[in-house]
């Protein structure tokens, strides 16, 4: 057994999904396990088993929320993250860049070292506490994820409402020596992320291909991208 093989994958799915729906659907982490590879399945607060606090600021911090969370497993662990994942990864992968081994985000971009863009937030939110513009189609899409069955809506506006966190300084990530695959699609909202991967010292960008922020996860391009950044192939 390789020194990989005793590393566990922590997976992490993206805003309105969940372990089961976004990782386990695709088989990915059955494909990680024929690899060699075990896998921590975690749903994010908010989300799927975990506990659902409707207050914005319970999810201030969810970065240390997943460091406690992975306190009982084991002292190293590789991460893939998408999307709210990605960015929680990417919050404790800076705060304590030893518990994890290699690291992939996806689904996040250059953004994350910008300035947000409190209207688009601000969209966001009208559009799930019913009150945006039934046009603007980008707002309503979250809508939708957070109207389907077994979703706590309050939970998922109360995520959209949390504490920003300030832009990254691309200095705090140039001291962080991890193996980092930043993994985006081309037709991302958050794209392009090229200036998130070079600020890391070993970071990779891969581009999907025709490939929108939610079929993401999905894509075969990304599963392979994975596997073979973590040696599971």
């Known amino acids: 057994m390789s020194a990989s093989e ?3 994958v922590v997976l992490l799915h993206g805003w309105a999904g969940s372990f089961r729906e976004t990782w386990q659907s ?3 982490d059955a494909l990680l396990e024929d690899g060699g590879r075990s896998v921590v399945g975690v749903d994010l607060l908010g989300h799927g088993d975990a ?3 409707h207050d914005p600021e319970a999810y201030a911090r969810l970065d240390t929320w997943l460091l406690e969370r992975l306190g009982n497993e ?3 662990v590789d991460a893939v993250g998408f999307s709210l994942g990605a960015m929680t990864v990417l919050g404790a992968l800076i705060a304590e860049p030893t518990r994890f081994g290699k690291v992939i985000l996806s689904g996040i971009g250059n953004g994350m070292l910008e300035e947000r863009d409190a209207e ?3 969209k966001i939110i009208a559009a799930l506490e019913g009150t945006g513009d039934p046009s603007d189609t980008s707002a309503q899409i979250f809508a939708n994820y957070a109207d389907a069955p077994g979703k706590d809506k309050a939970a998922l506006t109360a995520i959209m409402k949390r504490p920003r966190p300030a832009p990254i300084d691309p200095n705090v990530l140039a001291s962080i020596t991890n193996d980092v695959l930043v993994v985006i699609g081309d037709k991302d909202f958050t794209y392009p992320a090229d200036k998130l991967a070079s600020a890391f010292p070993n970071g990779r960008l891969v581009v999907l291909r025709n490939t929108d922020h939610f079929a993401t996860p999905e894509s075969f391009s990304f ?3 994975v596997l073979e950044f973590l040696g599971a192939v």
Do not use: R, S, W
């Open 74 to 76: 084991a002292p190293v």
């Open 120 to 122: 688009e937030g601000k």
């Open 6 to 8: 005793n590393v566990p």
């Open 26 to 28: 695709t088989g990915i």
């Open 51 to 53: 506990d659902k606090p």
């Open 223 to 225: 599963i392979d991208a």
